[in-house]
């Protein structure tokens, strides 16, 4: 866990002082020596909680720090000349197949979304998050996930994406809460994508995330509306490397125990090891005791198995 030097960053020579920052983190460079990455950004390569043209709180200069930002992340991140900027837009969305094996469908929840329901945060009684019309993909991409997820013809169809896909109630006790930002603020879009998810070409569904700084895993169902809706997909969702310190052995209370499709839990520093085959996924949750000095020891805080043709997450 290392300290950054200089201002928040708004310019374009903030921004490639930040990356040129982390690029001379050792561990880094080995993980980019080590393995080809598909990346994709969420939020806070530009601003928190930023949507489409929309900032966290009001900001004239918001769309030139989008651009600057943007720019900055295509300099420094391992992208194609058709990922290349054009002012305030990044095509950042797009698929990639490794063999016939797994398609990788990278999202961009970002730059297409509506503004965040209900002012934003982990909100209960919230009716707009279940419009219709709200999307956190826009239109244009969420036909293109579709239309993939159609023509595959792939074993395994794997969602790269950024925030929270399933459903998971925040407020334990009788009220729910739900998290604007993530998709349970875009139910309907979410729905509508899962729905494809089950009555398509796709033979095993799944969906990676990351944004919360938590090891989670869960089942995506049909619909979450209702609790005996079949499970469509699998989801899961690595911790942060180093945000938010080293962590704790808390188990979150109740909140688990609400979301039945919810499978783990654990607020540890870490990621996740995934392996396809064609008769299975297994998945490795990696943690650390500790990232607040160096060399601490991972080990596997526990693994689940997806077999071929059946979305549950079986401990392995």
Request: glycine share 8%; proline share 5%.
């Amino acid at each position: 866990m290392r300290k950054v030097l200089g201002p928040e960053t708004r310019t374009l020579a903030n921004y490639r002082q930040r990356h040129a920052q982390y690029k001379t983190d050792p561990d880094l460079q080995l993980a980019h020596a080590t393995a080809p990455w598909l990346v994709v950004f969420d939020d806070h390569e530009v601003e928190n909680n930023w949507a489409d043209e929309t900032p966290e709180k009001p900001d004239d200069g918001f769309l030139d720090r989008r651009k600057v930002a943007l720019q900055a992340y295509y300099e420094n991140m391992p992208l194609r000349a058709g990922s290349k900027p054009n002012g305030i837009d990044i095509q950042l969305y797009r698929r990639y197949g490794w063999g016939s094996l797994v398609n990788f469908h990278m999202l961009d929840t970002r730059q297409y979304r509506d503004d965040q329901a209900c002012g934003d945060g982990v909100q209960s009684g919230c009716a707009d998050r279940e419009d219709p019309d709200r999307s956190i993909t826009g239109a244009e991409q969420e036909k293109w996930i579709t239309d993939g997820f159609r023509d595959t013809t792939a074993r395994w169809d794997v969602l790269g994406q950024q925030v929270f896909f399933s459903k998971i109630d925040l407020t334990p006790g009788a009220e729910e809460g739900y998290n604007m930002d993530a998709w349970d603020g875009y139910v309907a879009n979410r729905d509508r994508i899962a729905g494809t998810m089950a009555g398509s070409a796709v033979r095993n569904g799944v969906v990676l995330t990351g944004d919360v700084h938590r090891h989670w895993a869960a089942e995506i169902k049909r619909t979450h509306d209702d609790p005996e809706s079949r499970a469509v997909g699998t989801e899961f969702i690595t911790t942060s490397v180093t945000s938010g310190g080293d962590g704790n052995d808390d188990g979150n209370g109740d909140v688990p125990k609400e979301n039945p499709h919810v499978k783990f839990y654990a607020n540890r520093r870490g990621y996740v090891r995934t392996k396809f085959t064609e008769a299975e996924l297994r998945a490795d949750y990696r943690v650390l005791p500790y990232v607040s000095k160096k060399d601490a020891p991972a080990e596997t805080a526990k693994s689940f198995v997806v077999e071929d043709g059946n979305p549950v997450l079986n401990p392995a």
